[in-house]
């Protein structure tokens, strides 16, 4: 099974700290994602990237930044932790094209951000 | 991005048919369907994609409407393990867009 993990489930940090998540997929998958979901909001994109050292800006990238230096870690960044960050964070990836198992998500990472 | 209308949430009764409609009017004419479910406290998991034909696998099927404007996703017998929110994302090869879904209760 492709397996997409996130360092940590639940993590909890100060207004102003710079915040890691990392997230590594042991498929060779081309594409990975980061989503944040908030109640009533639903998921939404915050980056992409369809290959190595490649990003692509989601619907809400400000206050993110993301790193892929390997094809199998997408890391996602918040520079300076503000509470509206708080939320679940979901990572995701994918083969390219249309996947024919379509995209496979971690188990997320809940961010409360004091 | 393809606008889609989903219920908000639908009911069933376990071991019965249940039918996830989605309406989406502006799909392009390479945009696949394809359905995403959430149980809780969980990530979103595939279900099921599809273009132009009815397609099955082993969680669901998937029944496209000839103008490709609205599409079923048909889970044969629920079980309280279904009991998720269901998600319809038009979309090709690049990111997939979320909405809101369709939250499904199953009875026991």
């Known amino acids: 099974d492709v397996k997409v993990t996130q360092s940590s489930r639940y993590l909890v940090k100060r207004t102003g700290e710079k915040v890691f998540l990392e997230c590594v997929q042991d498929?060779?998958?081309?594409?990975m994602f980061w989503y944040r979901q908030d109640p009533g909001l639903g998921l939404r994109l915050i980056y992409f990237s369809y290959d190595v050292k490649m990003k692509e800006k989601g619907d809400i990238p400000e206050g993110y930044s993301v790193s892929r230096e390997k094809k199998e870690r997408f890391s996602l960044i918040l520079e300076s932790a503000s509470t509206n960050q708080t939320s679940m964070y979901l990572c995701?990836?994918?083969?390219?094209?249309?996947?024919?198992?379509?995209?496979?998500f971690g188990s997320g990472t809940r961010l409360t951000v004091v | 991005d393809a606008k889609t209308t989903q219920p908000n949430s639908m009911e069933s009764n376990e071991e019965e048919p249940v039918h996830l409609p989605c309406n989406h009017s502006t799909i392009s004419g390479t945009d696949y369907i394809h359905w995403y479910r959430q149980l809780p406290s969980q990530g979103p998991e595939y279900v099921i994609h599809g273009l132009t034909s009815n397609v099955n696998n082993r969680m669901a099927s998937l029944a496209i409407a000839e103008d490709r404007k609205s599409s079923t996703l048909i889970l044969h017998r629920a079980t309280l393990r279904d009991a998720a929110v269901y998600y319809c994302?038009?979309?090709?090869?690049?990111?997939?867009?979320f909405g809101k879904g369709t939250k499904l209760t199953v009875n026991p």
């Open positions: 995701a990836s994918s083969s390219g094209g249309v996947p024919r198992y379509g995209y496979t």
């Open positions: 498929m060779d998958h081309e594409n």
């Open positions: 994302i038009p979309g090709g090869s690049e990111k997939l867009v």
